[in-house]
């Protein structure tokens, strides 16, 4: 549960930073699906469906765009979603390495409070 704390602090510490970017690439998807329901005459909820299901490129297949405009809106939520997921990928690393040398100064520190030694 230790390792989880000192990975999720560093994770969110991390998403903090970059928060501006993850805002803006959720409004131009926001504005696509706007666009998408505007060109396609679909429900709103079912356009943000629509990018956003293209976005994490899962794509189920149940709603497709119908015209030019929207297959090329649809692929700009793709590009944003491969953005998007490299974000978050990019964080979990550099948090998941920032806990693992966190817990490795810990148990260090440990280990000299009980002067053991590993050699």
Known sequence: ????????????????????????????????????????????????????????????????PSSGATRIACVLAGFVGVIFVGLVVAASTRALREAYEEKKAFLERERQKTGRSDT
Request: proline letters at 0%; zero cysteines.
């Open 1 to 64: 549960m230790r390792d989880f704390i000192f990975f999720a602090g560093h994770f969110f510490s991390h998403l903090h930073f970059v928060r501006g970017v993850f805002l803006t690439l959720l409004l131009f998807l926001l504005a696509l699906a706007l666009i998408i329901s505007l060109i396609d005459d679909i429900s709103l909820a079912d356009a943000l469906y629509l990018v956003f299901i293209t976005a994490l490129t899962v794509g189920y297949g149940d709603l497709t």
